[in-house]
């Protein structure tokens, strides 16, 4: 019962999203090693752990690496993060709803179902999985060492595959709402009871935006997406599902410039929105505004230890996952700022 009890509750905390994440890694944090270890997961080792590959991520490219490392012997170890980049293991894929573009789902999946069936077979060819956040690398020397708060380890090859985290917008009131009303994670946040029923903001032209919107309608009573230019670059598919929801409103050449609070001193009680082309400012009384305005790749925790590019992701070698460093290898989103996918990653 102990076993089901603390399973339950490691999968209940790597579904977790901000809103409800903070208190319940607060609340569980003291179970979280029980809980590792129902989970399949290794405890903390005493010393420094000796591997021939270490991988550091936990989304579509962390567990190709450790299937594919399992499979061939190597006895990889692979860091999957305690809510690293304020995201579940499993990384953005536990994010989002339907997997309607993977191949071999007709019918699609869950993210969040995905990703732990990715799990499931990196642990089936006996990856070990540390959850817990990588803080520190060295790679100047070798072996490679990989810290974590409470493991090391001494690695002869290290696979970086930390992807990339969801940009925020910063402007008056931006950091008051934050997890008040503001998100960047519809998918996540938008079914909480404060939405329901009420008006709803997107922020952003892309595809995410997109999804997002549509989403959102499932609680929202109306839906704006406000665009900082008068056309999207989102996919022709994406567009025309949002453009023809009769509860979806663009707002174009727009930006949000402050968000204020309601007449209750409660979350979110609306933003105000300027237009790029004549100044104007509007109000919009939202209860809800969300950004999906692109990502920032994980590659802080690497403090110029490997070659990045002007935006921050790592640099491979062109057609490889070749770095700067010999012997460490960089996949998935963290190293692809263009197609971004699970299938490229
Ligand atoms: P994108 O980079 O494609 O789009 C980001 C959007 O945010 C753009 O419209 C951009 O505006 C806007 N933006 C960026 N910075 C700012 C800012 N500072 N202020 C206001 N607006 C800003 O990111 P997405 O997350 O939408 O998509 C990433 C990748 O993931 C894409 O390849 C996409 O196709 C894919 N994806 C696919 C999905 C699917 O097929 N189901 C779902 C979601 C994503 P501007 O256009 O002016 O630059």
Same mark, same amino acid.
């Given at each position: 019962?102990?076993?089901?009890?603390c399973s339950?509750?490691?999968?209940?905390?790597r579904?977790?999203?901000?809103?409800?994440?903070?208190?319940?890694?607060?609340?569980?944090?003291?179970?979280? !090693?029980?809980?590792?270890?129902?989970?399949?997961?290794?405890e903390?080792?005493?010393?420094?752990?000796?591997?021939?590959?270490?991988?550091?991520?936990?989304?579509?490219?962390?567990?190709?690496?450790?299937?594919?490392?399992?499979?061939?012997?190597?006895?990889p170890?692979?860091?999957?993060?305690?809510?690293?980049?304020?995201?579940?293991?499993?990384?953005?894929?536990?994010?989002?709803?339907?997997?309607?573009?993977?191949?071999?789902?007709?019918d699609?999946?869950?993210?969040?179902?995905?990703?732990?069936?990715?799990?499931a077979?990196?642990?089936?060819?006996?990856?070990? *999985?540390?959850s817990?956040t990588?803080t520190?690398?060295?790679?100047?020397?070798? +072996?490679?060492?990989?810290?974590?708060?409470d493991?090391?380890?001494?690695?002869?090859?290290?696979?970086?595959?930390?992807?990339?985290?969801?940009?925020?917008?910063h402007?008056?009131?931006?950091?008051?709402?934050?997890?008040?009303?503001?998100?960047?994670?519809?998918?996540c946040?938008?079914?909480?009871?404060?939405?329901?029923?009420? +008006?709803?903001?997107?922020?952003?032209?892309?595809?995410?935006?997109?999804?997002?919107?549509n989403f959102?309608?499932?609680?929202?009573?109306?839906?704006?997406? *406000?665009?900082?230019?008068?056309?999207?670059r989102?996919?022709?598919?994406?567009?025309?599902?949002?453009?023809?929801?009769?509860? *979806?409103?663009?707002?174009?050449?727009?930006?949000?410039?402050?968000?204020?609070?309601g007449?209750?001193?409660?979350?979110?009680?609306?933003?105000?929105?300027?237009?790029l082309?004549t100044?104007?400012?509007?109000?919009?009384?939202?209860?809800?505004?969300?950004?999906?305005?692109?990502?920032e790749?994980?590659?802080?925790?690497?403090?110029?230890?490997?070659?990045?590019?002007?935006?921050?992701?790592v640099? !491979?070698?062109?057609?490889?996952?070749?770095?700067?460093?010999?012997?460490?290898?960089?996949?998935?989103?963290?190293?692809?700022?263009?197609?971004?996918?699970?299938?490229?990653?």
């Open positions: 019962a102990l076993m089901r009890l339950k509750l490691a999968a209940l905390l579904r977790s999203r901000p809103f409800a994440a903070a208190t319940a890694a607060a609340s569980v944090s003291a179970t979280a !090693t029980a809980a590792a270890a129902a989970n399949g997961m290794e903390a080792a005493a010393g420094p752990l000796r591997t021939r590959v270490c991988i550091i991520g936990s989304g579509p490219a962390a567990h190709t690496a450790a299937v594919y490392a399992a499979r061939a012997e190597l006895k170890v692979l860091f999957e993060g305690w809510l690293a980049n304020d995201i579940a293991a499993g990384g953005q894929l536990t994010t989002t709803t339907d997997v309607e573009n993977f191949p071999g789902f007709p699609g999946i869950l993210g969040i179902d995905l990703m732990d069936r990715c799990r077979q990196s642990v089936r060819f006996g990856t070990k *999985i540390f817990e990588v520190s690398v060295d790679f100047s020397s070798r +072996p490679f060492r990989v810290s974590s708060s493991t090391v380890v001494h690695a002869d090859s290290v696979v970086v595959a930390t992807g990339a985290v969801a940009r925020r917008l402007f008056a009131g931006s950091d008051a709402f934050w997890n008040r009303g503001i998100s960047a994670c519809a998918v946040d938008g079914a909480a009871p404060i939405f329901r029923n009420k +008006p709803i903001a997107v922020v952003g032209g892309g595809d995410s935006a997109m999804e997002e919107a959102l309608t499932k609680y929202g009573s109306r839906v704006y997406i *406000i665009h900082r230019r008068d056309a999207f989102a996919s022709k598919i994406m567009q025309a599902r949002a453009l023809s929801n009769p509860k *979806i409103q663009v707002v174009w050449d727009s930006e949000v410039v402050e968000a204020y609070g007449s209750d001193g409660g979350p979110l009680g609306g933003v105000k929105v300027k237009n082309v100044g104007e400012v509007s109000d919009f009384q939202v209860a809800g505004l969300f950004f999906a305005i692109g990502h790749p994980a590659t802080k925790f690497l403090a110029g230890q490997l070659e990045l590019d002007s935006e921050g992701y640099a !491979t070698k062109p057609g490889s996952t070749h770095t700067s460093v010999k012997g460490v290898f960089a996949a998935g989103d963290v190293q692809d700022k263009k197609y971004r996918q699970w299938t490229t990653a």
